[in-house]
């Protein structure tokens, strides 16, 4: 197993610091922030993905009402 040494500023390690538990390494550490940083991102990438077939259907909506429309001049706007 190869193993590097990164720097960080003070204040970076103080973050991390905090967010360790006992005898817990610092790896662990920002090994668990990636993998939430990825649950997030799934989340987020899920939403959107949702949002999108929601205004989707409602476009469809809207164009099939435009097409049951015979003549758009008798379309109340």
Do not use: H, P
Request: aromatic share 6%; proline share 0%; charged share 40%.
């Amino acid at each position: 197993m190869e193993i590097s040494t990164i720097q960080l500023r003070t204040n970076v390690k103080n973050e991390l610091d905090k967010l360790k538990e006992r005898n817990q390494s610092y790896e662990e550490v920002i090994l668990n922030l990636m993998k939430l940083a990825e649950q997030c991102k799934r989340k987020q990438d899920d939403l959107l993905i949702e949002g999108y077939k929601e205004m989707a259907e409602e476009n469809l909506k809207i164009t099939k009402g435009f097409e049951n429309i015979e003549n758009l001049d008798e379309w109340e706007w």
